[in-house]
């Protein structure tokens, strides 16, 4: 079983920053990538931002030049640098990765979901 623990979310004003950090642990015989969803109310889940092992990155239009994301595969972390914050990047932040657990194939796993709130 793999776990995803992320942290880091929270409120800010807009124009500011927040760092959002996840974790992998359990039984991982290796991850093929990692990234973020993010989820507003009323709206379905999307695509923030991802990053393969071999550096590949993908990111939403909505937040190109603003958000990093960043990797450690030794220690299977993932970031998410998130700086000039606006009320629409108001959402539930979700980690995830396709990760391939020892003795199992590849599987989707998700984080618990971290709020960000961008407001005055």
């Known amino acids: 079983q793999v776990q995803l623990v992320e942290s880091g979310g929270g409120l800010v004003q807009p124009g500011g920053s927040l760092r959002l950090s996840c974790a992998a642990s359990?039984?991982?015989?290796?991850?093929?990538?990692m990234g973020w969803y993010r989820q507003a109310p009323g709206k379905q889940r999307e695509l923030v931002a991802t990053?393969?092992?071999?550096?590949?990155?993908n990111y939403a239009d909505a937040v190109k030049g603003r958000f990093t994301i960043s990797r450690d595969n030794v220690k299977n972390t993932v970031n998410l640098q998130m700086n000039n914050l606006k009320p629409e990047d108001t959402a539930v932040y979700y980690c995830?990765?396709?990760?391939?657990?020892?003795?199992?194939?590849?599987?989707?796993?998700w984080g618990q979901g971290t709020q960000v709130t961008v407001s005055s």
């Open positions: 990053r393969t092992n071999s550096g590949r990155t």
């Open positions: 359990g039984s991982i015989f290796s991850i093929n990538f």
């Open positions: 995830n990765a396709e990760a391939v657990a020892q003795n199992r194939g590849a599987y989707l796993y």
